[in-house]
């Protein structure tokens, strides 16, 4: 076969370069791509090289682990996969991850924390079968955490956020199965074991709200509930932040009547969509309560918190009280910590979701126990609130 | 490795064409990377390709070179070992576990199906026969006959190329700039259809075709169908397309195969556009040597369903493809005992509504895991038997906007319309503007060409590195 077989045109030879050159760009770019970064926003370790060698029984061979790392590895994934849930989500008005469900005109909900589990976010909340029956359970651990820090000293309130698949479950896409929906529709007759436990925890003389019936009747209220988020900001924040206000004994008029303003936050979602974004939101202007946010402070959470990563604090020079707080939530707590600050001469809100067992009782004296708090709120979504009691009850006081 | 891969798109292709463009001796380097190609996808079941290729050229050249009396001899042992290695390795569980019935045998030893047996055993008989036939001479070196059977565009999944159409072309062929640019628009074709029509549509048909026969309400059952009808077809022409496409990058030219089949107006015209290249094997090899329509009808219908019966158990080893076939062998049967004359005094439409109908039923046997999912699915799509329950999920949960989108997209490009549509609107309209602009047509078409190849591979790249579900259907075959 010593031979030139098949003659080539100049021109075709050009055109077969430039597309070699064309389709080889993402391996030329493999030479700029920042793994790591790759790595963090996809959120898994990547695959590495396959040795040539590798004969290990469990080894799948040498060429399918070579495609792993080509997939993992190949230059202008992150462009072209930021591009295409783009398309997705502003193109096909799709939801670019399963996490996430698009209402009909772009109302985003949150689907699933897992995507293994579909709809594990809109069962959890609306499905109220499986919480009923372990009413009990879930509301002695929430009554038990609220008694022990009452018992403390520390004015303690769980407030409950609600969502928006109970606030607007009209508005819940066809691409959420009928039978959730209907759940989701009738939960607020139903009547939800969230009101059971406000109950419950006033004849103990704890404190727990819920506030689902306001948020309703302030769901059509302009750019109540962000569109664009599952988390609430805005109106619907400060609304709850007054609410905890109440409960406390604090009057909220002073930030009811702050001034308003139509802004743009940065949506949170980025991690879920797969791109960053730019919200419309009602923000209200605190400049008169000279409020002012360090993010990740106090820095000393980490050292007993190994993965905080969301927590700040609040010091504000002319606050309505003169007193101190701390918020430990999910991540409906920042949203609230910006709205309750002008109450406080400082608070400090830690979202605990990522917390650890073994970090509980460390977290307890090293941490918490070094921030000035006179008011402890406890601030959960109503998908999670009851199983997250559950969780802090191990997690604080080391029972189940 | 599929084509529609990052591993094959990003990496192997553009190094192949660089060496291709580079390098002399371009056989010798379609046949190394023709190599790498099966043992990166098939690793050491290389040596069974390798193992035909060394037969079909050794029976090759015996019955180019053997007295007239010992040619059928050679001829009968080739097709022997091609079809023992077919059986082999794509029969062997089907006869022992379902024809034969036999419970002993641990399903873990029947044997791995190599990628693309059933192709390379159809283009290696193909190549014997002819040269029997005198079609085309044997093959002049062992590396030209390795080059024929492996090479990679069409090693795995087609088109089946004869011999006698490439013998040439493996020899002395010029490669010009309007093969590669016309290659490369092929090319992205195939790939726009694989990764935005078929996988969308394959995202679809598994959902449904999952679910079970309670969950499975009429509307669901047609979507599902519809979808799974859409996949089979942007899946098979587009990986043609794609081999077409680097066939003639290559310089080969490969023949087409398929031709619009849905706009077909009856199941015999289905089949002279649906997989040409099988089909014509199928006529060639199979039925006309059996008798073709020469011996009377009762014969003809006997030849219909000798050649569908193996149409269907070469598309797969078990009992649905074989009734797949049969069925579409009965239709063809019905057809020329009177159907079509009826057929002719319809309207236009209800024949193209006839050829869909049943062709899309066929499909539903054709996906189907089991005579009893078929008849479920069917009775569901029917309308036949109980309702489906309260659990079933509204086409909404299934289908998405996007898949909605490039479903009827993919209606539209199954038919000429769309091709005839973009070039009215688009093609004819930028010639006229570049006219207008001093530029020659030549240069137009070549922008636009070069516009609308670059155009469709940025879009299919940005499915393929979101890492979409994107098998094809006929690797299996």
Same mark, same amino acid.
């Given at each position: 076969?010593?031979?030139?077989?098949?003659?080539?045109?100049?021109?075709?030879?050009?055109?077969?370069?430039?597309?070699?050159?064309?389709?080889g760009?993402?391996?030329?770019?493999?030479?700029w791509?920042?793994?790591?970064?790759r790595?963090?926003?996809?959120?898994?370790?990547?695959?590495?090289?396959?040795?040539?060698?590798?004969r290990?029984p469990?080894?799948?061979?040498?060429?399918?682990?070579?495609?792993?790392?080509i997939?993992?590895?190949?230059?202008?994934a992150?462009?072209?996969?930021?591009?295409?849930? %783009?398309?997705?989500?502003y &193109?096909? /008005?799709?939801? +670019?991850?399963?996490?996430?469900s =698009?209402?009909? $005109?772009?109302?985003?909900?949150?689907?699933t924390?897992?995507?293994?589990?579909?709809?594990?976010?809109?069962?959890?909340?609306?499905?109220?079968?499986?919480?009923?029956r372990?009413?009990d359970?879930f509301?002695?651990?929430?009554?038990g955490?609220?008694?022990?820090?009452q018992?403390?000293?520390?004015?303690?309130?769980?407030?409950?956020?609600?969502t928006?698949p109970?606030?607007y479950p009209?508005?819940?896409?066809?691409?959420?199965?009928?039978?959730? %929906?209907?759940?989701?529709? &009738?939960? /607020?007759?139903? +009547?939800?074991p969230?009101?059971? =436990?406000?109950? $419950?925890?006033?004849?103990?003389?704890?404190?727990?709200?819920?506030?689902?019936?306001?948020?309703?009747?302030?769901?059509?209220?302009d750019?109540?509930?962000?569109?664009?988020s599952?988390?609430?900001?805005?109106?619907?924040?400060?609304?709850?932040?007054?609410?905890?206000?109440?409960?406390?004994?604090?009057?909220?008029?002073?930030?009811?009547?702050?001034?308003?303003?139509?802004?743009?936050?940065?949506?949170?979602l980025?991690?879920?969509?797969?791109?960053?974004?730019?919200?419309?939101s009602?923000q209200?202007?605190?400049?008169?309560?000279?409020?002012r946010?360090?993010?990740?402070?106090?820095?000393f959470?980490?050292?007993?918190?190994?993965?905080?990563?969301d927590f700040?604090?609040?010091?504000?020079?002319?606050?309505?009280?003169?007193?101190?707080?701390?918020i430990?939530?999910?991540?409906f707590?920042?949203?609230?910590?910006?709205?309750?600050a002008?109450?406080?001469?400082?608070?400090?809100?830690?979202?605990?979701?990522?917390?650890?067992?073994?970090?509980g009782?460390?977290?307890?004296?090293?941490?918490?126990?070094r921030?000035?708090?006179?008011?402890?709120?406890?601030?959960?979504?109503?998908?999670?609130?009851?199983?997250?009691?559950?969780r802090?009850q191990q997690?604080?006081?080391?029972?189940? | 490795?599929?084509?529609?891969?990052?591993?094959?798109?990003?990496f192997?292709?553009?190094?192949?064409?660089?060496?291709?463009?580079?390098l002399?001796?371009?056989?010798?380097i379609?046949?190394?990377?023709?190599?790498?190609?099966?043992v990166?996808?098939?690793?050491?079941?290389?040596?069974v390709?390798?193992?035909?290729?060394?037969?079909?050229f050794?029976?090759?050249?015996?019955?180019?070179?053997a007295?007239?009396?010992?040619?059928?001899?050679?001829?009968?042992?080739?097709?022997?070992?091609n079809?023992?290695?077919?059986?082999?390795?794509?029969?062997?569980?089907?006869?022992?576990?379902?024809v034969?019935?036999?419970?002993a045998?641990d399903?873990?030893?029947?044997?791995?199906?190599?990628l693309?047996?059933?192709?390379?055993?159809?283009?290696?008989?193909?190549?014997?026969?002819?040269v029997?036939?005198?079609?085309?001479?044997?093959?002049?070196?062992?590396?030209?006959?390795a080059l024929?059977?492996?090479?990679?565009?069409?090693?795995?999944?087609?088109p089946?190329v004869r011999?006698a159409?490439?013998?040439?072309?493996?020899?002395?062929?010029?490669?010009?700039?309007?093969?590669?640019?016309?290659?490369?628009?092929?090319?992205?074709?195939?790939?726009?259809?694989?990764?935005l029509?078929?996988?969308n549509?394959?995202?679809?048909?598994?959902?449904?075709?999952?679910?079970?026969?309670?969950?499975?309400?009429?509307?669901?059952a047609?979507?599902?169908?519809?979808a799974?009808?859409?996949?089979?077809y942007?899946?098979?022409?587009?990986?043609?397309?794609?081999?077409?496409?680097?066939?003639?990058?290559?310089?080969?030219?490969?023949?087409?195969?398929?031709?619009?089949?849905?706009i077909?107006?009856?199941?015999?015209?289905?089949?002279?556009?649906?997989?040409?290249?099988?089909?014509?094997?199928?006529?060639?090899?199979?039925?006309?040597p059996?008798?073709?329509?020469?011996?009377?009808?009762?014969?003809t219908?006997?030849?219909?369903?000798?050649?569908?019966?193996?149409?269907?158990?070469?598309?797969?080893?078990?009992w649905?493809?074989?009734?797949?076939?049969?069925?579409?062998?009965?239709l063809?049967?019905?057809?020329r005992?009177?159907?079509?004359?009826?057929?002719?005094?319809?309207?236009?439409?209800?024949?193209?509504?006839?050829?869909?109908?049943?062709?899309?039923?066929?499909?539903?046997?054709?996906?189907?895991?089991?005579?009893?999912?078929a008849?479920l699915?069917?009775?569901?799509?029917?309308?036949?038997?109980?309702?489906s329950g309260?659990e079933?999920?509204?086409?909404?949960e299934?289908?998405?906007?996007?898949?909605?989108a490039?479903?009827?997209?993919?209606?539209?490009?199954a038919?000429?319309?769309?091709r005839?549509l973009s070039?009215?609107?688009?093609t004819?309209r930028?010639?006229?503007?570049?006219?207008?602009?001093?530029f020659?047509?030549?240069?137009?078409?070549a922008?636009?060409?070069g516009?609308?190849?670059?155009g469709?591979?940025?879009?299919?790249?940005?499915?393929i590195?979101?890492?979409?579900?994107?098998?094809?259907?006929?690797?299996?075959?």
């Amino acid at each position: 076969m010593a031979r030139a077989d098949g003659r080539i045109s100049n021109k075709a030879r050009g055109l077969l370069l430039a597309m070699a050159l064309f389709l080889g760009l993402p391996a030329l770019a493999m030479l700029w791509t920042d793994d790591a970064k790759r790595a963090d926003w996809e959120n898994h370790p990547l695959a590495p090289f396959p040795p040539p060698w590798d004969r290990a029984p469990e080894s799948a061979g040498f060429f399918p682990a070579l495609d792993d790392w080509i997939d993992d590895h190949f230059g202008l994934a992150l462009p072209l996969n930021r591009l295409h849930r %783009r398309m997705l989500f502003y &193109g096909f /008005r799709d939801s +670019p991850s399963p996490q996430l469900s =698009l209402g009909r $005109d772009g109302f985003v909900y949150l689907n699933t924390h897992d995507a293994r589990h579909p709809n594990a976010a809109f069962t959890r909340l609306c499905d109220t079968g499986p919480v009923n029956r372990e009413y009990d359970r879930f509301a002695q651990a929430w009554l038990g955490i609220l008694e022990h820090f009452q018992d403390a000293g520390l004015r303690t309130v769980l407030g409950i956020a609600p969502t928006k698949p109970v606030v607007y479950p009209d508005r819940l896409p066809n691409s959420v199965p009928r039978a959730i %929906r209907a759940a989701c529709l &009738g939960y /607020r007759q139903a +009547p939800p074991p969230l009101r059971r =436990l406000v109950e $419950d925890a006033k004849t103990r003389g704890l404190r727990v709200v819920y506030p689902l019936d306001a948020f309703v009747a302030h769901r059509d209220d302009d750019n109540f509930y962000p569109r664009e988020s599952f988390h609430f900001s805005g109106q619907s924040a400060q609304l709850f932040a007054q609410t905890l206000m109440r409960e406390v004994g604090i009057d909220p008029q002073p930030i009811a009547i702050a001034p308003r303003y139509e802004g743009r936050i940065k949506a949170d979602l980025q991690k879920i969509l797969g791109f960053n974004r730019r919200i419309r939101s009602t923000q209200t202007d605190y400049g008169a309560f000279d409020t002012r946010v360090a993010y990740r402070q106090p820095d000393f959470v980490t050292t007993c918190y190994q993965r905080a990563l969301d927590f700040g604090t609040y010091e504000t020079g002319a606050p309505i009280t003169e007193r101190t707080a701390l918020i430990l939530s999910d991540s409906f707590g920042a949203f609230t910590a910006a709205h309750l600050a002008p109450a406080y001469r400082r608070l400090t809100w830690i979202n605990v979701s990522d917390l650890r067992d073994e970090e509980g009782p460390g977290f307890l004296t090293d941490c918490l126990g070094r921030i000035p708090a006179q008011d402890l709120f406890f601030v959960f979504h109503d998908g999670g609130a009851l199983w997250d009691g559950g969780r802090l009850q191990q997690t604080f006081l080391g029972t189940h | 490795m599929v084509f529609s891969s990052v591993s094959f798109l990003y990496f192997f292709l553009p190094a192949f064409l660089l060496c291709y463009a580079l390098l002399p001796w371009r056989n010798a380097i379609a046949l190394a990377f023709s190599v790498l190609f099966y043992v990166w996808g098939e690793g050491l079941f290389v040596l069974v390709l390798l193992l035909s290729v060394l037969i079909n050229f050794t029976a090759g050249h015996a019955i180019g070179s053997a007295p007239p009396e010992r040619r059928r001899l050679w001829l009968t042992l080739g097709i022997v070992a091609n079809l023992a290695l077919l059986l082999y390795f794509k029969y062997f569980g089907f006869l022992v576990f379902d024809v034969l019935g036999w419970e002993a045998l641990d399903p873990a030893r029947v044997p791995h199906l190599p990628l693309g047996i059933s192709f390379f055993t159809f283009q290696s008989l193909s190549y014997l026969i002819d040269v029997y036939r005198r079609d085309a001479k044997p093959a002049r070196s062992l590396s030209d006959l390795a080059l024929y059977i492996m090479m990679f565009p069409q090693l795995v999944a087609g088109p089946i190329v004869r011999y006698a159409t490439v013998a040439r072309q493996l020899r002395r062929r010029v490669i010009h700039a309007s093969y590669v640019r016309h290659g490369l628009l092929f090319f992205s074709v195939g790939l726009a259809q694989k990764v935005l029509f078929a996988d969308n549509m394959a995202a679809v048909a598994d959902a449904v075709f999952a679910l079970p026969s309670e969950r499975l309400g009429t509307g669901l059952a047609w979507t599902g169908s519809l979808a799974y009808m859409q996949q089979i077809y942007f899946d098979f022409a587009g990986y043609s397309n794609m081999a077409i496409g680097l066939g003639l990058v290559m310089g080969f030219k490969f023949p087409h195969n398929f031709n619009y089949p849905y706009i077909s107006q009856s199941i015999t015209e289905f089949w002279r556009r649906w997989h040409m290249s099988l089909s014509s094997w199928f006529r060639d090899y199979l039925y006309i040597p059996l008798g073709g329509n020469r011996h009377g009808p009762l014969a003809t219908y006997r030849n219909l369903f000798v050649v569908f019966a193996l149409c269907g158990l070469w598309h797969g080893a078990s009992w649905t493809f074989l009734a797949w076939g049969l069925y579409h062998g009965l239709l063809l049967v019905v057809e020329r005992m009177g159907l079509k004359a009826v057929l002719a005094r319809l309207p236009r439409l209800a024949r193209h509504l006839y050829a869909l109908l049943a062709v899309l039923f066929g499909w539903v046997l054709f996906r189907a895991e089991s005579f009893e999912q078929a008849r479920l699915f069917l009775a569901r799509m029917l309308w036949i038997g109980q309702d489906s329950g309260p659990e079933t999920p509204g086409i909404a949960e299934i289908v998405s906007h996007q898949q909605w989108a490039f479903g009827v997209l993919g209606i539209l490009a199954a038919t000429p319309l769309l091709r005839r549509l973009s070039t009215r609107i688009l093609t004819d309209r930028t010639l006229a503007a570049g006219r207008r602009h001093g530029f020659k047509p030549g240069v137009t078409a070549a922008l636009l060409d070069g516009s609308f190849i670059v155009g469709l591979l940025v879009l299919c790249s940005l499915y393929i590195a979101s890492g979409t579900y994107s098998p094809f259907i006929y690797f299996r075959f």
